[in-house]
Nanobody, 120 residues
Framework: QVQVVESGGGLVQPGGSLRLSCEASGTGFERTTMAWYRQAPGKQREWVASITSIGSTNYADSVKGRFTISRDNAKNTIDLQMNRLNLEDTGVYYC??????????????WGQGTQVTVSS
């Protein structure tokens, strides 16, 4: 299965930018649709953006025009460039397949995530 390690989160002021990175490993990465998800405090995890194996992208309405997802199959990485950040973008960001990986145990696989905090 694909496994991921997210990095790049931090504290940023409203209107600022941040770039998240995800390093993936495992069989079939180059043929798999990848995505970024996020979970704000007290809210359910939500899908943010996805990118297919050939580079076609889709975005949630809340981030469209501000975020850009990209992938480098040679490096096994998926990045998320976030611009014009606002308070509602705060949360833990996760990289995963789309749909998320469902393990034989019945639980979904999630990495450690990376915290993004937008605050003045």
């Amino acid at each position: 299965q694909v496994q991921v390690v997210e990095s790049g989160g931090g504290l940023v002021q409203p209107g600022g930018s941040l770039r998240l990175s995800c390093e993936a490993s495992g069989t079939g990465f180059e043929r798999t649709t990848m995505a970024w998800y996020r979970q704000a405090p007290g809210k359910q995890r939500e899908w943010v953006a996805s990118i297919t194996s050939i580079g076609s992208t889709n975005y949630a309405d809340s981030v469209k025009g501000r975020f850009t997802i990209s992938r480098d199959n040679a490096k096994n990485t998926i990045d998320l460039q976030m611009n014009r950040l606002n308070l509602e973008d705060t949360g833990v960001y996760y990289c995963n397949t789309r749909p998320p990986i469902l393990l034989l145990s019945g639980q979904y696989y999630w990495g450690q995530g990376t915290q993004v905090t937008v605050s003045s």
